[in-house]
């Protein structure tokens, strides 16, 4: 077969071309460490990384919400645990205040404590999370939910809810959604329970520990008749059902930490899946890809080697 | 019989021939690395011989034309290959530019460790809803409002940045046809020239080879351009057709191209007499055509759906909602489509504005945010029930497929020209090998030649000196 001189040379250069580019890419692989750069170089491939990518980005934002609604549910925890002690010590009184035995003085005392438990109800009915909202406002959470009136005596008289009885809620995995607001009060006879009061549970905490004060003192003024005993004694049965509604709202709360906490598990799992996932579709193989190398590179230095060789040799250097 | 000078004749002209013949092999040596040079022969043969009584006696050698090896068939495949690679290679540069604007490079360079694309509409997308979730955890809360804004302008001007960009390249396409328009054009007249200039040498009796290199020369040229058929003249002219319509009829250029406006902004080529729309297979206008209308086309268009679908989107959940001020209305975002979405600039300056409440007047409602954070989540009719992110998954996916099947085209196609290259230059093409042996063999044949002068002239000399011993 003939072969022209510029032939030789055409197809020597594309050869090597070709292992350069081949070179190239390889060695942009094992540089990177990535196998997919440009949408080019894998396109379904590519549509997976973006897909995957969008998945980690909500994952993560999920996570970033389940570690605000924790920190809020945690807050809301405290609160209604302290509640619930405050309302089993007026209780406690209203018992011990319901004996026909007891006196005056001791039930002036008992008035006064209870007194001191409203003030600290309300703090309590005002608790702020760690955004400055309050927490047992439903919606209305830039405001105060509860104020309080106070007569001449400096005791409170009446207490009055401003919040509404909506809560805003977030999501914390795809489609779930959840919320570590409650209203305070929600006489509505439905939608989410209110702490303070509920109508479906006959709880009202201020009411009752209002009432239970003006009774104690009514019955020191008294000499603790039946009539007051009778009073104090009905006291008591309405902040049992304060209380029971309080423990309501803890085991539901409980239920929203652990429903947290799952998520956040679910979440972390997600995450690494994702990312391990993300990988796979975009790292290269450093062990396959260093061995191609190796092969390109012998290959190339045995081209440049034999054409070296050939093209140094014309007749030429035999004609003298 | 023929005298002593006219053997001495005979040398002399053997000695013309030789002399020629090393001439047309140096002229091949010297155009070894001529791609498109043709081998040249010099074509001899024996004289015309004088007839005498013992019969023909030979006169030696003579002349007859200088031909070169060319095979039209090879030169024909050579020139569509060169179309195709034309097209290839446009529509592979256009792309790639497009991809590069798309901005969706992975790299593993962020924090995270993770490789990912962090720069792109996709990243984006993903921080605006995000950003929208952030804000369900305290709808009230300024900062967070301010992030979510914020986020939404960074979706609104990746869009019009690449809508721009993407616009950029379509102009630049237009141009470049009316370019290409103007080359195909000059390419047409020189052929027709080089036509006119074999014809006169090959009827004045003269060698056209150099010609007819150059005319091929720049025929693959016009290739590379605008795909057309030629038909070879007996006269040596070659015609040329694109689109079916004749451009170059012997020594004359009948019609051009011209790029037109058929109202859509976008330039298509017609031809210049009767202004009809001529489709080209082939060439970088071709490929210019193709890229412009077809790959950068979809993703344009897929932009904008993507944009108009997220404004309406958002905008029909924003509007019913109120801000801290009690303030209801709004849009969200303005504008239609790609290269004018943006963020309404009441919004932007004062985050209080916001429409994240359901309710007048109530700054812990989250309603209206928690439904535009789930929209992001939500299959959209008007995306073909896909979800943002993936619907913009799917645009960015199928101009990669786009690109990479280009690629693999023009590697074929470069791969096919590579053999047809060669094809012609083992037919064509000079071996040094070759022609140094044929100086050789010229060389031995010039020092006979010159022999036989020297013996005629010794034999000359010899009756010469008859008369005076």
Known sequence: MRVSTNSFTNNFLYEIGNLESQQTTLQSEVGTGLKLTEPEDDPSAMNQVLNLQTEASSTAQYQSNIAQIQTTATTASDALNSLQTLVEQAGEIATEAGNSDTSSTQLSTYAATVGNLISEAMGIANTQDSNNNYIFAGTNTGTAPFTATTDSNGNVTSVTYNGNTSVASSEIASGLTVSAQSPGENNSGSGPGGVFADSRAGADVFAHLIALQQDLTTAAANGNTSADTTAITADHTNLTKDEDNVVTQISTNAVLQSTLETASNVAQQQATTFTSQLSNDTNADLATTLTQLQQTQTAYQASLQSGAMVMQLSLMTFLS | ?469
């Open chain 2, 1 to 469: 019989m023929i005298s002593l000078f006219g053997t001495l004749d005979m040398g002399a002209r053997s000695l013309g021939v030789q002399q020629e013949e090393m001439t047309v092999s140096g002229q091949n040596l010297a155009n070894v690395n001529n791609s498109a040079y043709a081998e040249e022969q010099l074509e001899v043969s024996e004289s015309t011989p004088d007839e005498s009584s013992i019969g023909d006696e030979g006169t030696g050698v003579q002349i007859t034309g200088i031909t070169e090896i060319r095979d039209p068939f090879l030169d024909t495949q050579i020139q569509g290959e060169a179309s195709t690679t034309g097209s290839l290679t446009a529509q592979q540069t256009n792309l790639q530019n497009a991809e590069a604007y798309l901005d969706e490079q992975i790299s593993s360079t962020t924090s995270s460790n993770t490789p990912d694309s962090a720069n792109g509409l996709a990243a984006d997308l993903s921080s605006m809803f995000a950003a929208f979730q952030g804000l369900t955890t305290d709808p009230s809360n300024l900062s967070l409002r301010t992030t979510a804004t914020n986020a939404a302008q960074t979706v609104a001007t990746q869009f019009t940045t690449v809508s721009g960009q993407l616009t950029n390249i379509q102009n630049g396409l237009n141009t470049s046809i009316k370019n290409d328009v103007a080359t195909a054009n000059q390419d047409l007249t020189t052929i027709a020239s080089l036509n006119q200039q074999i014809v006169e040498a090959q009827n004045s009796g003269g060698s056209a080879v150099q010609l007819v290199d150059q005319r091929e020369q720049t025929l693959e040229s016009l290739a590379g351009v605008a795909n057309f058929t030629t038909s070879a003249q007996a006269n040596g002219a070659v015609n040329v057709s694109i689109g079916g319509i004749t451009m170059v009829s012997g020594i004359n250029v009948t019609d051009g191209l011209q790029a037109y406006d058929p109202g859509t902004g976008n330039l298509m080529v017609e031809d210049t007499n009767s202004s009809a729309p001529i489709t080209l297979t082939g060439g970088s206008i071709a490929g210019e055509i193709t890229a412009r209308d077809g790959a950068l086309a979809s993703l344009q268009s897929g932009l904008n759906t993507l944009a108009s679908q997220l404004i309406t989107n958002v905008n029909s959940i924003y509007s019913t909602g109120y801000d801290l001020n009690g303030n209801t209305g709004q849009d969200f975002f303005t504008g239609t489509d790609a290269s004018n979405i943006a963020v309404n600039s009441t919004v932007l300056s004062d985050p209080s504005s916001f429409q994240a409440s359901s309710e007048a007047g109530d700054a812990g409602n989250d309603s209206i945010a928690l439904s535009l954070a789930k929209l992001g989540n939500q299959a959209i009719a008007g995306l073909g029930n896909q979800t943002f992110s993936s619907n913009y998954a799917q645009t960015v996916s199928d101009l990669g497929t786009s690109i990479s099947t280009v690629n693999d085209n023009l590697s074929a196609s470069q791969a096919v020209s590579q053999m047809l290259t060669t094809q012609r230059a083992n037919t064509s093409g000079v071996s040094l090998d070759g022609e140094m042996t044929n100086l050789i063999e010229y060389q031995k044949a010039y020092e006979a030649s010159a022999e036989l002068i020297t013996t005629v002239n010794e034999m000359l000399q010899t009756v010469v000196n008859m008369k005076t011993s």
